[in-house]
């Protein structure tokens, strides 16, 4: 070969070499070219394989998402439900509304609630679904009635037929009894404790529940208790909001006509202070009476009298509310105040004295009044006593027929007072002067006897208020 190329001349050699040359590069281009499809070939199978996953993956997404919404809806209805059942007051509208969550949830067609009466602890329908009402009538069942719903009494625990089966000792139990159990669970009163009520599921659609849904059950169950018992201390404040009512009304007719609105609220706030009975108290006590009745009874005849005194009382009751005494009663044309009682204030004897001036100042406008009816020869004038000290105070009389009064030595000074006063005077005793001196001006009088009493009592004659 050495011979031959001597024998080539030196362009020849070079033409030989670049031929050489290209088809080497053609052999590389050509390998290359196969090795550009076989990864051509194996990045369309990647991608084919990408996209598969991809829409893999977006079907599981889609799958996951509908799954998701499905249940946060259910989710959201059962949330509703329970909601509803919670804050529901009525007893009916919590049982349907129960009863609806257990067909939608757990397949039950017919449920009902049991619950027990308070005296004899016999179990009756508060209320059911798929029950007609001679069912419901017929249902009385007591803890020892050998049954599902007799176990769930006396275990107080929630019973489920599923359980019950794989247990020897109780499944004998099934299907005995009045009614038919797939589920029972207690529900409680939350104050003691004891048992309120059975839920019961007598039929369901399938027998298959899973734990979660017995989980669900007693979940329901729980829900009701407390429904139950917001329901039940409702009717309680209820009950109480009536008896409230009754006790106002009996105060108003008791005190309304005679005190003024500051006490009728005081009393509104403790009626327990109008029980049949009495207590020791200080009070002031004003009695006052009208001079020379008989005579102006011979002037008038009934109507008249009846017209004139209601007027008169009209007018004196009005000053004793103005100054938070209460009326203590009429005795013919005679009034009796007490001050302290039932409500005690700062100012009690001062209001006392206060209102004896206001009722003598008020006669003189009385009187004139009704001697433009009468005529020239009417008088009408007043005495009144004011004394205090220790009484009996309280609901005196029997428990149809009672009465709010103070009795006692205190009582009878007042009214010794009011019938030696003078038309148109107020005397007081030492006792009221002493309280109020610095408030009052009076003129010392000679002391009185009054029966019961050894020592007389020391009087004065109330002028006026100091200025």
């Known amino acids: 070969m050495r011979e031959c190329f001597k024998n080539m001349r030196v362009p020849d050699v070079i033409i030989l070499l670049l031929i050489?040359?290209?088809?080497f590069l053609v052999k590389k281009i050509f390998e290359l070219s196969k090795k550009h499809d076989e990864l051509f070939l194996q990045n369309q199978k990647f991608a084919s394989e990408v996209y598969k996953i991809k829409n893999e993956v977006r079907e599981k997404t889609t799958e996951m998402t509908a799954k998701t919404t499905q249940k946060t809806v259910k989710q959201s209805t059962l949330f509703l439900k329970i909601k509803k059942i919670v804050s529901s007051l009525d007893p009916q509208d919590i049982c349907s509304t129960l009863f609806e969550l257990l067909e939608k949830e757990l397949g039950a067609t017919k449920s009902c609630i049991l619950l027990a009466e308070t005296k004899t602890k016999i179990f009756r329908v508060l209320a059911s679904k798929g029950m007609n009402g001679e069912e419901e009538r017929k249902i009385a069942i007591?803890?020892?009635?050998?049954?599902?719903?007799?176990l769930a009494i006396r275990s107080n625990m929630l019973i489920d037929i599923n359980s019950i089966e794989k247990e020897q000792t109780f499944s004998a139990l099934i299907g005995r009894g009045q009614?038919?159990?797939?589920?029972?669970?207690?529900?409680?009163?939350?104050?003691?404790?004891?048992?309120?009520?059975?839920?019961?599921?007598?039929?369901?659609?399938?027998?298959?529940?899973?734990?979660?849904?017995k989980n669900l059950f007693n979940m329901v169950a729980s829900i009701l208790e407390v429904a139950l018992n917001n329901s039940l201390l409702y009717e309680n404040q209820l009950e109480e909001s009536e008896k409230r009512a009754l006790e106002t009304e009996k105060?108003?007719?008791?005190?309304?006509?005679?005190?003024?609105?500051?006490?009728?609220?005081?009393?509104?706030?403790?009626?327990?202070?109008?029980?049949?009975?009495?207590?020791?108290?200080?009070?002031?006590?004003?009695?006052?009476?009208?001079?020379?009745?008989?005579?102006?009874?011979?002037?008038l005849n009934p109507q008249e009298m009846v017209a004139m005194l209601n007027d008169y009382f009209s007018v004196m009751t009005e000053i004793v509310n103005m100054n938070h005494g209460t009326v203590d009663k009429f005795i013919g044309d005679a009034m009796m105040v007490l001050f302290g009682a039932p409500v005690a204030t700062e100012n009690d004897v001062f209001n006392s004295v206060r209102t004896a001036l206001e009722m003598q100042d008020a006669i003189k406008v009385f009187e004139d009044k009704w001697r433009d009816i009468r005529g020239e020869n009417w008088s009408f004038n007043i005495g009144i006593g004011i004394s205090n000290g220790e009484v009996v105070v309280g609901n005196i009389g029997s428990n149809t027929r009672m009465e709010y009064t103070a009795i006692g030595d205190n009582v009878n000074v007042a009214f010794r007072l009011e019938s030696i006063a003078p038309g148109g005077s107020v005397l007081i005793t030492e006792s009221v002067f002493c309280e109020i001196k610095d408030k009052i001006t009076v003129e010392k009088m000679q002391p009185v006897t009054v029966k019961g009493r050894e020592q007389p009592v020391q009087v004065y004659k109330l002028l006026g208020l100091r200025t």
């Open 251 to 299: 105060i108003k007719e008791i005190f309304g006509k005679y005190v003024s609105s500051q006490i009728m609220d005081e009393i509104l706030n403790s009626p327990e202070s109008l029980e049949l009975g009495g207590s020791n108290r200080r009070i002031t006590i004003l009695a006052s009476d009208i001079r020379g009745f008989t005579k102006l009874s011979e002037m």
């Open 20 to 23: 050489g040359f290209i088809l």
């Open 142 to 150: 007591t803890s020892h009635e050998q049954s599902l719903i007799g």
């Open 179 to 213: 009614l038919k159990t797939f589920m029972a669970a207690p529900v409680h009163y939350s104050k003691t404790g004891e048992i309120m009520g059975i839920l019961n599921i007598c039929e369901m659609e399938s027998i298959n529940y899973t734990s979660d849904e």
